[in-house]
């Protein structure tokens, strides 16, 4: 039953970015915050030494479960909890059997799949996930209609996935809540070009604009950002040197946490530490999709020095975009961040912070149009210019073709005269007259004018036998050839 490959499917990441069809929810307490699908109702059950969370569809049709608790077993034996707790399931739901279960070989996660049908004769089928870390456990799980179960179990693992606790010891120990947790009051803020607005306390700085932020306190030791930057890394493009570019930052593409951490270092911070890092490949996937560009995505904890000097903390979401040919790339990122003793205390204010977040409507419809227009008029541009160059090439190409032809013209007839034995010559003094000359003698115009070896096409050498005048030959060149046939012939 022990399976290593149970370990994917019970790593679910902490605070992976929701679907866009989520939304956010902070528990009004702030112990835990969600994302759940529009008009799903959150329930939660006080326990003696825990809590479960529950979000429920409207009609009941679905669940999703997080339950955390203290425990005492330091054996951490996550096949022993499953077992009493799909027991104490059976006795409440006679027709709940476990279609498969598998456990990492550790015994401490463990994954049941389970069935059942509700007193209607509906069919019901449910992931439940056990994991132990003394001296805590925790029970994620969710489950749904038989029939939707494959297509609702995306969103429903995304629920479960985005699932952060936000106060740990509200869970452990409920009647031993952290002391001095800061409830700061916030106020609204809104860039200057009116592209985006959220919450803050009233002595933060802010910066931004085009839907990007940046804020500070007044130490600059805490903040939020969501924002991008540039790198360049080595062109593929002939004859361009992107390593020449000024004021940028050039290095080959990396994983986007690296590319945060990069980031990070030029603007002063050192020393970091990667608490916790995982990638996102079904966020980059789609990312991927949307901007017909390989991107990778990744979420990391970390804590490092800023440029105070401020040992901090800090969480960050970090979408990549590989390289153009031209070796441009980047990041686009999401971070809250605070001096790492008081990061848990704090940690509530920032999550108010970022979930407050909004770029405008109306200023995004407005960019959007904008940009709209500026692409009519560039297509206009270009549809002209692509019709110029249409036309440039037809009339190029014609005249090549014209120019092939001509030659053509005078090649052919210079083979011909050759294989025939023949040669004509133009008289300047007679105004053009044509002679030719043949294996029997000369004539002009069509007329013998003499006969034998000294005027035939082998010993003729073009004296005008009628003046003083040495004719021209008329394959020459073509110049006379066209002069003598016209062009076109």
């Known amino acids: 039953m022990a399976l290593a490959a149970a370990a994917a499917l019970l790593a679910l990441p902490a605070a992976a970015a929701p679907p866009p069809s989520l939304e956010l929810f902070v528990a009004s307490d702030r112990t835990f915050a969600l994302y759940r699908p529009a008009g799903w109702d959150i329930q939660t059950q006080e326990h003696a030494n825990g809590r479960t969370v529950m979000v429920v569809a409207p009609r009941g049709h679905a669940l999703v479960q997080m339950t955390l608790l203290k425990t005492d077993d330091r054996s951490n034996d996550s096949v022993l909890l499953a077992a009493r707790t799909l027991k104490n399931a059976q006795a409440r739901t006679p027709t709940l059997r476990i279609a498969w279960a598998r456990s990492t070989s550790d015994r401490r996660r463990t994954v049941v799949e389970v069935e059942y049908r509700r007193p209607d004769g509906t069919a019901v089928r449910g992931r439940q996930y056990f ?42 120990a409920p009647a031993a809540r952290a002391a001095g947790a800061t409830d700061v009051p916030l106020q609204p803020r809104r860039l200057q070009d009116g592209s985006a607005s959220l919450q803050l306390p009233a002595d933060w700085q802010m910066i931004g604009a085009k839907g990007a932020v940046l804020t500070k306190s007044r130490d ?26 000024a004021g940028v930052i050039h290095a080959p593409y990396m994983p986007p946490v690296d590319a945060m951490v990069t980031l990070m270092t030029r603007y002063g911070s050192r020393d970091f530490r990667v608490l916790q890092r995982a990638s996102d ?20 904890l970390l804590t490092f020095t800023n440029e105070n000097g401020v040992r901090c903390k800090g969480y960050y979401e970090v979408i990549g975009n590989t390289p153009l040919a ?108 044509l002679y030719k000359s043949d294996r029997w003698g000369l004539s002009r115009e069509g007329e013998r004018v003499a006969e034998g070896q000294p005027y035939n096409y082998y010993n ?17 060149s073509r110049e006379v050839y066209e002069r003598v046939y016209g062009v076109p012939r």
């Open 326 to 433: 031209s070796g441009q790339w980047g990041i686009l990122y999401f971070a809250v961040w605070a001096p790492e003793a008081d990061f848990d205390r704090a940690l509530p204010t920032l999550v108010r912070i970022s979930s407050s977040f909004r770029i405008d409507e109306r200023w995004a419809a407005d960019y959007v149009a904008r940009g709209i227009e500026n692409l009519k008029r560039q297509m206009a541009k270009t549809s002209q210019m692509m019709a110029d160059t249409a036309r440039s090439a037809r009339e190029s190409s014609l005249a090549a073709f014209q120019e092939r032809a001509r030659s053509s013209d005078y090649i052919d007839y210079k083979r011909t005269m050759t294989i025939r034995g023949e040669q004509e010559w133009v008289s300047q003094v007679e105004g053009g007259a």
């Open 220 to 245: 600059g030791n805490s903040g939020f950002a969501f924002a991008s930057a540039g790198f360049w890394g080595p062109s593929s493009i002939p004859y361009f040197d992107s390593s020449r570019l």
């Open 460 to 476: 003729y050498e073009g004296r005008n036998p009628r003046y003083n005048e040495q004719m021209t030959p008329v394959d020459a």
């Open 281 to 300: 490949p079904a966020r980059a996937a789609a990312v991927s999709a949307g901007i017909n560009r390989r991107s990778d995505v990744e979420t990391a």
């Open 131 to 172: 994991l132990m870390n003394f001296p805590e456990a925790r029970v994620y799980g969710f489950e749904t209609e038989g029939a939707r179960f494959a297509s609702m179990q995306p969103e429903l693992v995304s629920v479960l996935a985005n699932f952060t606790v936000l106060d740990p010891t509200q869970f452990k």
